[in-house]
């Protein structure tokens, strides 16, 4: 909507504002200068300088950016020769407000992010996007994102599988000598249930994978060996294989 009242800082800047918006963000009518939100003064002048004023009004519409919002305005800047980097980086206000979207709407943010080349927001962003069939990308979105950074979410959802097989292909539980209650018949039969649960995991594995359900899948496997050392060692596997899950990056650097 059109802005309806004029800020004027003491070295006389002028800021054009919403009434409503800063009459709702305010507890005292903005210092009584907005008693009625309905009825606004054209110009309020306030003893306060631009600097000041220009971050007042900024914190009030930070809750109003929408990402179409943010996206306008990305655009728009480049039109006029702002680089974008020069305002967006990690610790800055539009990267906050953008990376406030990135849980709700992370390929949305994504696709904005490489198609300003925006590093650090993109790297963000693919962390949230490991459960995203690559497939239903549209082709709006792939060529607005550009072959470079689809690649880039491509290989990590890739390479993120890859480390699960290269995790899993580490050999089952080393067992233990034989005895009357474990025999080499029951050990084969151990490590035949470990290789049932790799299986079973690569299966349907998705880069989200999480280490806690990776583990529930596994342990049915395990609850089928009758030996406990055994069990202990397939027990003890199945956590090391999660944790070095865990580790696996889950955006791409």
């Not at 930070?62 to 943010?70: I, K, N, R, W, Y």
């Not at 299986?199 to 989200?208: E, F, H, K, Q």
């Not at 999480?210 to 596997?237: G, H, I, L, W």
């Amino acid at each position: 909507s059109t802005a309806d009242t004029i800020f004027q800082s003491t070295d006389a800047a002028f800021f054009y504002v919403h009434a409503d918006i800063i009459h709702a963000a305010s507890c005292n009518s903005f210092g009584s200068f907005l008693q009625s939100p309905t009825v606004p003064p054209l110009i309020i002048k306030l003893d306060v300088d631009s600097t000041v004023l220009n971050l007042m009004i900024h914190a009030i519409y930070s809750a109003e950016c929408s990402l179409l919002m943010l996206t306008t305005t990305l655009d728009v800047m480049g039109r006029y020769g702002l680089t974008l980097s020069k305002f967006i980086y990690s610790s800055s206000m539009l990267f906050t407000e953008l990376y406030r979207h990135v849980p709700f709407h992370p390929l949305d943010v994504y696709t904005l992010a490489a198609h300003h080349d925006l590093v650090q927001l993109a790297i963000g962003a693919s962390a949230h996007l490991l459960s995203l069939d690559l497939g239903k990308i549209s082709f709006d979105q792939s060529e607005r994102m550009g072959a470079i950074y689809y690649r880039r979410l491509s290989l990590l959802h890739t390479t993120r599988l890859t480390h699960l097989k290269e995790i899993l292909s580490g050999g089952p539980p080393s067992g233990h000598r034989f005895d009357l209650l474990c025999t080499n018949v029951a050990q084969r039969d151990m490590r035949s249930s470990w290789a049932l649960a790799i299986i079973d995991v690569l299966r349907n594995a998705s880069p989200d994978l999480s280490p806690d359900y990776f583990k529930a899948q596994m342990r049915p496997f395990m609850e089928r060996v009758d030996c406990v050392t055994c069990r202990n060692q397939f027990s003890a596997k199945i956590e090391d294989a999660a944790l070095q899950w865990s580790m696996v990056a889950v955006s791409y650097s």
